[in-house]
């Protein structure tokens, strides 16, 4: 089956403690793409990538670290996680077949206190 | 910075009412994407358009995208309570994508 796999799906953590979040597509897709969902906010990029090794900015990229060694896999890193991180995170994988169209995984609840 | 602003933030309607939601970029974009989110899930892409003027039907939604390209609009014919969540267009002006805030649907039977 084609899917965006993410894990933890739910995670608290404290202040300062780092974090990962993992993300794994198995649709071969150039494209991973990591984003937080807040009330209100709706949804906003911190991190892109075209391509293994190529790794870009989004519009809120303060906080988080990304890596892309693999095609299929995008983790998120928060190196020293703070309360304003507190979110829902998706990951999202996509371009192929002249679509630029994302498959978003199930995302990831983060409480951080 | 770019901003793609989406109205209105909320709406009720009847069940068979119509519906539409609004996009505008404050750039030109390559191309606009829709997206449904139903509740306590994640965002399910819709529809891609790509040229000016556009105009695309899937069933009961009208998906545009203006001359510009700088704005789109969803309508939705004769809602159904199938068509509760919450709809978020997203601009491509390169490489990124820039969400709108979204249109939460609630439909009342």
């Known amino acids: 089956e084609a899917q965006v796999t993410q894990n933890p799906r739910y995670l608290i953590t404290v202040t300062g403690k780092k974090l990962t979040v993992t993300c794994s597509q198995n649709?071969?897709?150039?494209?991973m793409s990591w984003y937080r969902q807040d009330p209100g906010l709706g949804l906003r990029q911190i991190y892109y990538?075209?391509?293994?090794?190529?790794?870009d900015k989004g519009d809120v990229p303060e906080g988080y670290k990304v890596s892309r060694k693999e095609k299929r896999n995008f983790p998120l890193i928060l190196e020293s996680p703070s309360p304003n991180q507190t979110s829902l995170y998706f990951c999202?994988?996509?371009?192929?077949?002249?679509?630029?169209?994302?498959?978003f995984g199930p995302g990831t609840r983060l409480t951080v206190t | 910075g770019q901003q793609v602003m989406q109205i209105p933030q909320y709406q009720h309607v009847q069940e068979g009412e119509d519906f539409t939601t609004y996009c505008n970029s404050s750039?030109?974009?390559?191309?606009i994407q829709w997206y449904k989110q139903r509740p306590g899930g994640h965002p399910v892409f819709l529809i891609q358009?790509?040229?000016?003027?556009e105009v695309k039907k899937q069933k009961r939604l009208t998906f545009q995208f203006g001359e510009a390209k700088k704005n789109s609009s969803l309508h939705i014919t004769a809602t159904q309570t199938t068509d509760v969540g919450t709809y978020f267009c997203a601009g491509v002006p390169y490489y990124k994508y820039i969400f709108g805030t979204g249109t939460r649907l609630k439909v009342l039977a």
């Open positions: 999202a994988s996509g371009w192929a077949e002249n679509s630029y169209e994302q498959y």
């Open positions: 649709m071969n897709h150039e494209y």
């Open positions: 358009l790509v040229k000016s003027g």
């Open positions: 990538s075209m391509n293994v090794e190529v790794t």
């Open positions: 750039t030109t974009l390559s191309n």
